[in-house]
DNA sequence: TAAAAAAGTTAGCTATGACTAACAAATTAA
DNA sequence: TTAATTTGTTAGTCATAGCTAACTTTTTTA
């Protein structure tokens, strides 16, 4: 009922705001995420996510006490379980049918993630004939906002010997993904743990015949699914 | 060179204004503008558009002298016909591939024309194989800004007699472009004019063995090719 | 051609959402 | 447990882009 009302009002930066707040708060298993926190993420000053968190509050789609952590509502969540959805189904299509590789797709996406059309965001998926996970290996939401929340294992946080399957990579920086296709690393490639350097943390990792050396800052933008 | 910086730095309101002034310049041929009818056509205030003018006049994407009329630059001209191919290709692709009706694309596609990526929208074309027609018979400008601007003869410009070929229409209104669906006129469909009554200029027109009466307004928002 | 109407302009207001600078509260460390 | 650091808040500024009301210029018409 308000929900449906609420939903044409809200502007592009509440949006913003909101699927930052889930990113962190729930994707990213935080348990307290603090206002200058939500500011550095989304690379803004703390007056102005202290002010956002203001109006999303007096909106209901957060809570918080003066001086305490945030919190998203059922309804914040809702808000920003759509826009990821929408956002990975569009990077999909732009991967799969407009020649985009999945460096190119972030930027892109992230405009398209705030159109605002139900009916366009279900036929999209129903186009693509409903996938559930995007170009970096991420869930897709589906239509009712369901989605299953893998839990997130980073490379870096294996140990020497381990073997394990790429799942998904952060899809932040244009440079490490070009970098991650670059030596060779696709979503399903194998990766055996040859060597961890104590000094800086450095990986030497196996894949596909091949083997690289990759930082600490790498190996914590790529997940993984460990191989018993 | 200006012209690539420029255009990421241009914001959505004047990519509006800069499409608003080429449909009444260049579209519908009007020799003069002036800044209140830009204002009506767009629904916002004569101040507003008189402040804008002003903006894309520093920007020079408008020339006009105080208490003149409105000019397009070249650059200005180019901003609003990569809008317009935008717009008209994402009406396409809402109705072939997404199942969207020629009412529903117009508002969805408004959103859309001011995404901002030359990739996006040229992959766009190549995935539909470069269409030059959108669904209300508009052509719809290549790569390079090029496109015939077809002489808009309205229907209500004939006379008792003519017959002609519905070519385009005014995708202005969701109820008009229901209603000449619903009557069971199509792009293309053969027009022959019955009668004009001369009391409030309606017309009795007969096409695919049917005939309906229409009023003066109806027949403004269609064109027609006159079959000679 | 002078008055009325229309068109265009300006001043000043509003809301959104950034920002910096200054300050307050809470947490951490000495 | 006090001092230092971090975190959060407030006040006040800026740009964008809309608005109304008042005014000026241009055009129309009586």
Chains 1, 2 share one sequence.
């Not at 699927?19 to 307290?32: G, H, M, R, T, V």
């Not at 003066?66 to 990077?91: D, F, N, Q, S």
């Not at 970096?136 to 906002?145: F, L, Q, T, V």
């Not at 399957?165 to 060779?184: A, M």
Request: proline share 3%.
């Amino acid at each position: 009922m308000t929900n449906k009302l609420n939903l044409n009002n809200i502007t592009k930066s509440e949006e913003d705001y909101l699927k930052a707040l889930f990113q962190l708060l729930i994707e990213d298993d935080i348990s307290k995420v603090g206002n200058n926190q939500l500011a550095e993420y989304l690379k803004v000053s703390p007056a102005s996510t202290n002010s956002m968190i203001k109006k999303l509050k007096s909106k209901q789609y957060v809570i918080s006490e003066k001086y305490g952590k945030l919190e998203l509502t059922e309804e914040g969540k809702w808000i920003a379980v759509r826009l990821i959805r929408k956002h990975r189904l569009w990077e999909t299509f732009l991967c799969n049918y407009l020649n985009f590789t999945w460096d190119e797709v972030h930027e892109v996406a992230e405009q398209l993630e705030h159109i605002k059309s139900q009916k366009l965001i279900n036929e999209l998926d129903r186009f693509m004939d409903y996938p559930t996970r995007d170009p970096h290996g991420e869930m897709i939401p589906n239509a009712d906002g369901e989605y299953a929340l893998l839990p997130k294992v980073t490379l870096s946080s294996l140990q020497e010997g381990d073997v394990c399957q790429l799942v998904s990579v952060n899809d932040g920086s244009v440079n490490f993904l070009r970098y991650v296709s670059e030596i060779g690393l696709a979503l399903s490639s194998e990766i055996k743990i040859i060597e961890i350097r104590e000094f800086d943390k450095s990986m030497k990792i196996a894949f596909n015949e091949a083997q690289e050396t990759v930082t600490r800052k790498f190996a914590d933008n790529v997940f993984v699914k460990p191989i018993t």
